[in-house]
């Protein structure tokens, strides 16, 4: 991949996590019944980050799960033979809960769809949103989502990388051309 531009550095990303967190607090009416699940692998710092910025603004403590949705994909005979699957942790019911399903890019909608199966298989939430820091265009299901970081219009041909020091010992957005 040939390296293009880096699109948010540490503090825009901060910056756009706070938001999120607002906005969050705002469209639900405050914390009542609220959980966040981050996906695996990324979404789950993000859902960290964005408990501990509700902590701060509402004084409220958060519950958080992590979810892999490893097997609920549909390309998974496509991905290996033998996935590797880790675990789940949802230390919470999710019956009758607000949900924020949490990640780091929205693409084709896939992994989305595929986080929603996961979470309807362990209950029945009240109702589901979805956190995103990035959203990069292309979807190829009807899936939105509700709280976004940042737009970034981008082509086929492009990668879009998110970097975070939980994950990566650095935070960062960046945009890359592949390579045939």
């Given at each position: 991949?040939?390296?293009?531009?880096?699109?948010?550095?540490?503090?825009?990303?901060?910056?756009?996590?706070?938001?999120?967190?607002?906005?969050?607090?705002?469209?639900?009416?405050?914390?009542?019944?609220?959980?966040?699940?981050?996906?695996?692998?990324r979404g789950i710092p993000l859902a960290y980050r964005i408990a501990q910025n509700i902590k701060k603004i509402e004084n409220r403590d958060?519950?958080?799960?992590?979810?892999?949705?490893?097997?609920?994909?549909?390309?998974?005979?496509?991905?290996?033979?033998?996935?590797?699957?880790?675990?789940?942790?949802i230390p919470f019911s999710v019956e009758d809960k607000t949900i924020v399903l949490v990640d780091d890019v929205i693409f084709t909608g896939?992994?989305?769809?595929?986080?929603?199966?996961?979470?309807?298989?362990?209950?029945?939430?009240?109702?589901?949103?979805?956190?995103?820091?990035?959203?990069?265009?292309?979807?190829?299901?009807?899936?939105?989502?509700?709280?976004?970081?940042?737009?970034?219009?981008?082509?086929?041909?492009?990668?879009?990388?998110?970097?975070?020091?939980?994950?990566?010992?650095?935070?960062?957005?960046?945009?890359?051309?592949?390579?045939?």
């Amino acid at each position: 991949m040939k390296f293009k531009a880096q699109i948010m550095n540490d503090e825009d990303v901060n910056r756009a996590i706070v938001r999120i967190s607002h906005e969050i607090i705002e469209r639900n009416h405050g914390t009542e019944n609220l959980c966040l699940i981050g996906i695996k692998t990324r979404g789950i710092p993000l859902a960290y980050r964005i408990a501990q910025n509700i902590k701060k603004i509402e004084n409220r403590d958060i519950e958080v799960g992590e979810l892999d949705i490893t097997l609920y994909r549909d390309d998974l005979t496509m991905l290996a033979r033998n996935p590797i699957v880790s675990d789940t942790k949802i230390p919470f019911s999710v019956e009758d809960k607000t949900i924020v399903l949490v990640d780091d890019v929205i693409f084709t909608g896939r992994t989305a769809r595929a986080a929603l199966d996961a979470v309807m298989s362990v209950g029945r939430p009240k109702k589901i949103q979805l956190a995103v820091l990035v959203d990069r265009g292309h979807t190829e299901l009807p899936i939105k989502a509700s709280y976004v970081g940042k737009n970034i219009p981008t082509s086929l041909s492009e990668v879009v990388s998110v970097h975070l020091a939980e994950h990566d010992g650095e935070t960062n957005v960046s945009i890359s051309e592949k390579t045939l």
